[in-house]
């Protein structure tokens, strides 16, 4: 599996599938949930809320996946990233769980292209280098002959030279 890092906007990029980090209700929201949801339409917000009525809010670490309407994407992969609470809440374990989760979802429906944004980083106060840490790990600890590219499209100049440092 190769393992790039960019600085992008996310919902720009022509790949199998982008990760969101969504709120826990899957209505969208701020940051890279809002973006996403704007520049994929309605169409992304309906099955969203198809899911929801089936099994309720997203947990933390949980992921689920949606397509990707005008999106250049095929699909769109949920993930709730845990809040930052100093991390004696089980915040490392969640975010490991929502790189392993989309992954595996990916997986599932034979994505072979997929980035993700920078989960938890945003408004969710988890610190940068700790995430990326975390992020990298999990993606290089996963193993699926489908998933050949794995990219992290970072918004923000310091994630992006967090990443770049950690990859090289």
Not at 51 to 64: F, H, L, S, T, W
Not at 71 to 76: D, K, M, N, R, T
Not at 131 to 158: G, M, N, T, Y
Request: charged fraction near 20%; proline fraction near 4%.
């Amino acid at each position: 599996m190769k393992i790039e890092v960019i600085q992008a906007d996310i919902t720009k990029l022509a790949v199998d599938a982008i990760v969101n980090a969504a709120k826990s209700s899957l209505m969208g929201g701020g940051g890279v949930d809002g973006a996403i949801h704007r520049a994929g339409g309605p169409s992304i917000l309906a099955e969203c809320k198809v899911i929801r009525n089936r099994q309720g809010d997203c947990p933390a670490g949980e992921a689920v996946i949606t397509g990707a309407g005008k999106l250049p994407a095929q699909y769109v992969i949920h993930t709730v990233g845990p809040i930052w609470n100093g991390g004696d809440s089980g915040e490392p374990e969640k975010l490991r769980n929502c790189y392993l989760n989309a992954l595996k979802l990916a997986a599932q429906h034979d994505v072979k292209t997929i980035a993700f944004s920078n989960i938890s980083t945003g408004v969710y106060g988890y610190p940068k280098k700790q995430a990326a840490q975390i992020a990298l790990s999990a993606v290089k600890s996963f193993k699926a002959a489908s998933v050949q590219k794995v990219i992290f499209a970072c918004f923000d100049e310091e994630n992006y030279d967090l990443y770049k440092e950690l990859v090289e």
